[in-house]
Each structure stands twice: as structure tokens, then as C-alpha cells.
């Protein structure tokens, strides 16, 4: 079987520079291991950069499928299963319409309430209309609606105060178009990675750590993702009771099956003192990075390199399209 790995070189780039620096032998480590794993399987591989013009690029590769790479901020994260769905061409991961929705917080949020899942009140606003419907209570997040990898999430975006909220819309709305504000429920933040289509795979759960100095930040913010903080947060597998890990489990993969996810996914929960797993986000392209994303460590508490998760995605996507 053909494969083509589509990605984006910008990002992968800045990604590798944090885990391996900018001096390393390889220039995109993860994906030389992705593909030797590809080709391994015995599968034929080309990797195709998704900048310009993507849609001659996989026409002249005539791939079989192609494995989604192609990460990107916001609603253009859209952009490569459309342009694939619009060809036929098979792909791993979410539909164009799942990333959409995901990535749309307030949408995602209306979607998951539909379907009775635990998710914090939540409103939106935007640079017409700044002020609030009704009376929120304190404290609250206040979030852009539409980016991924907590941008434009700072120290500032947890509220405590109306004297607060005006400042904090103004920094959401000043990289995004629409704000999220919601309730802010405290608690331990647990993030569950799943794979699968019918049948659904559970990786090791994780929970964040956040650091307990006076003043650190109560949530995650972009300046932890980027490690250009002094405030410091760990990962761990979490112990938990077995209720609470079987209410986490069904609301992780409800949220999974609500936003219509296909392939792999990984839910962000807070789970409250009550036992109540709430909802915060689904991330519909999570990273697969060795010592960097959640979901590459999940895989390493199983005793697997990251390239398993690659492997297990094609195979799962492979399925799903009949091939």
C-alpha cells in the first residue's frame, strides 16, 4: 500500500527545535521514524510538504491513503481533509466537519451539552459584542474561541474579578475573532487519549500537575506549552478510584463519539472534587511527539515508542476505508 504522510514542515520544525534543539543530526526526527515504521509494515511511503499547492502534489504521488500530519492554528486545521475529502482520497484522522466543530469551542460545547455531557456554563462574545448577556460567576477562563495548542491562553485568562473581565476579552479577542468564557471548574485535570472507530482503545490516562507557588498559573497556558515559563507543571498517570476512573473513561469517549471523532483523539477533563468528569475540549489532531505530547507519553507508560501511535492510526484509518 502507497502512503503519504502530509505535513507541515513550519511546525514540525518548531516542534523538534523544542524536544531535540536546533542542532540534531536529523531536521524532523518523528517523522523519520513515522515513515521507517510505514516502511517497515511494508507499505511504499512518500512524505508531501502541505504547503502550496497540495492538490497536484498528491495527484502525482497516488498514494492509497494519506496520513494527516498537517498541523496547523485554528479553523484552517480544515483545510487538508477537506481539499482530501473533495478528491476521494482516503485519510487518517477526524473529517473536515470533526475539526471544525472541535475547534470551534462554543459550538463543541453546545454539541457536547446536547448529548448530556458534563460541560462548564460557558458563553461567547465577540468584538461587536463585548459585554455579557448575563451576570457570570467568578472565577471564570476567558479563552479564544477558535485557536488550538493553548494560544492565547495566559496567567491573565483566569478571572477572578469584573474589574478583571475587560482586559482579558480584549487580550482573547485581539487573536481571535470570537472569546469563550467559562466557568472555571477547579479540580485535577486528566487527559485521556483514544484510538479506534468501532471499537475504541483507551491509552494510560495522564494527569497535569501544575506548580503550587503562590501566583502560578491554575491552568494551562501557552507559555507552559512552549516551556518559555518559569512556572513549571509535570505529567503523571494518575491514581484514581475506580469509580472515578470509570466515570472518566465514559465521558471521554461519550465527548469522542459526540464530536464525531474517527481514528484517535484526546479528551481534556477536569475531574471535581464531587467525582464529576467535566468536559473542557476535544483535540481532534493531538500531537504524537516523543517526550513532548501527551499522547506520546501515554504510549511510552504502554512500553511503545511514539511510532505505535502512528501505526495504530494508519491501521485503524486503513480499516475504516476498506483497504
Known sequence: MRVAIVYNPTK?????DKIHGSRRKLLYPTLTRVRKAFERAYHRVVTIDGRGN???KIRRAKPDIVFNWYSISGRVQSYVPALLEKMGMPYTGCSALCHA???HKGLASKVLRYDKLPVPPFALVNRKQRELSRRVEFPI???PCSLGASEGVSEESFVESAEELPAAIDAALAV????????????REITVGIIGNKKLQILPILEKHFDTKRGAPRIFT???KKKSTHWQYNVTVPEMKADEEAAVKKAATRAYRSIGCTDYARVDIRLDKRGIPWILEVNTLPGIYPKF?????MASEMGKPAEYLAMRILEEATKRHGL
Open 141 to 143: 477562563l476567558v479563552k
Open 293 to 297: 505530547s501527551p499522547m506520546a507519553k
Open 101 to 103: 466543530l472541535a475547534m
Open 54 to 56: 497540495l492538490f497536484t
Open 176 to 187: 481571535d475573532k470570537e472569546a469563550v468564557i467559562t466557568k472555571y471548574v477547579p479540580g
Open 12 to 16: 514540525m520544525r518548531a516542534t523538534e
Open 222 to 224: 501557552e507559555k507552559m
